[in-house]
């Protein structure tokens, strides 16, 4: 039987503290804002039985997601008076070890496989955890269907009040499948970090029996705000706002730390490109995008174009 995870929130705060919340910034050397517990409430709590916090968890190399903050915001109008703030974003490796699932199909036909983690070992080993992921064959770029990461993320939409203060969540976002590929190596100073590829792209069979997905240290599955489902509908909204974006917000693949997951920007509507927070007030956090390792809110078209070239190849699992 597959475990559900709940917690509550003194245990949260206690595992926040046992993880080293706040290490990670620090030791990459970044020098932005991380979540605090009260920014994390969407997501779920952290297991205490998670294998990658507990005592002997120096026996693992375990992986640790972070989601850079949203970046690249633009409106898009697709017709119909309908207005979407489109993001692009980046869901990082910088754990000790590679975040990957193995997904085998649970009933012949179905859209779902469920999902075990493989921890990498410190003596070179693997190790198959239990979660309670699951695969999704999902609609993607390049109008193809591909095994994703269910429930890999989360876009919300937040109110603001006078102070900044998150309020309440007005929107949500549509995408929360991804590949968990080895798109982009953003972190080539990690320790561990392959100098090319391990997980290539997602496969696009779908009568794929099993997939194996993953990150690998130091790499990113980055997304630009122009693919498909990046997006939030603010369709008829004013005012400030915080744009969030959540990694494994269900909490279904075992990390080393769980506070880096969330980040976010803040936004005025109606959206301009050029003073996006305009006179908003209210905290972003989260590391900034880094392409190269240069900080960066541009968008690199050219490394898209080629990302997307390879995808239309059909270069991946099969």
């Known amino acids: 039987m597959r475990r559900a995870r709940t917690l509550s929130i003194a245990v949260l705060a206690a595992a926040l ?37 507990a005592p002997d968890a120096g026996a693992l190399r375990c992986p640790d ?12 109008r697709p017709g119909r008076g309908r207005v979407l703030l489109r993001a692009g974003n980046s869901i990082e490796n910088v754990g000790a070890g590679p975040a990957s699932l193995r997904g085998r199909r649970i009933v012949g036909g179905s859209k779902f496989m469920e999902a075990d983690q493989l921890v990498r070992r410190a003596d070179g080993g693997t190790r198959r955890i239990d979660t309670p992921g699951r695969l999704e064959y999902k609609y993607g770029h390049l109008n193809r269907r591909y095994w994703k990461f269910h429930d890999a993320a989360r876009f919300e939409l937040w109110a603001l009040d006078a102070a900044g203060t998150k309020t309440a969540v007005v ?63 603010v369709t008829g909204l004013r005012g400030c706002f915080a744009y969030v974006h959540t990694a494994d917000p269900g909490n279904a693949l075992w990390e080393s730390d769980e506070g880096n997951n969330v980040a976010q920007v803040v936004v005025r509507l109606p959206f301009r490109r050029t003073t996006p927070r305009g006179t908003c007030p209210g ?28 995808l239309a190849a059909g270069r991946g699992q099969r």
């Open 171 to 233: 929107r949500t976002g549509p995408k929360v499948a991804y590949c968990l590929r080895d798109l982009e190596r953003t972190r080539p100073g990690l320790s561990g970090t392959p100098r090319r590829e391990v997980y290539p792209a997602c496969s696009t069979d779908r009568d794929r029996r099993a997939v194996t997905l993953g990150t690998s240290v130091g790499w990113s599955d980055t997304y630009p705000p122009a693919y498909p489902e990046q997006w939030i509908d």
């Open 65 to 76: 997601l972070m989601m850079r903050r949203p970046f690249g915001l633009r409106t898009d």
């Open 17 to 53: 503290v046992a993880t080293g919340a706040g290490t990670v910034s620090a030791a990459l050397g970044d020098g932005d804002e991380r979540p605090s517990a009260t920014a994390t409430t969407r997501q779920s709590p952290v297991d205490p039985n998670n294998p990658c916090t």
């Open 283 to 310: 905290r972003e956090f989260g590391q900034r995008y880094r392409k190269a390792g240069v900080a960066t809110g541009a968008i690199d078209e050219a490394w898209y174009d080629k990302a997307s070239a390879e």
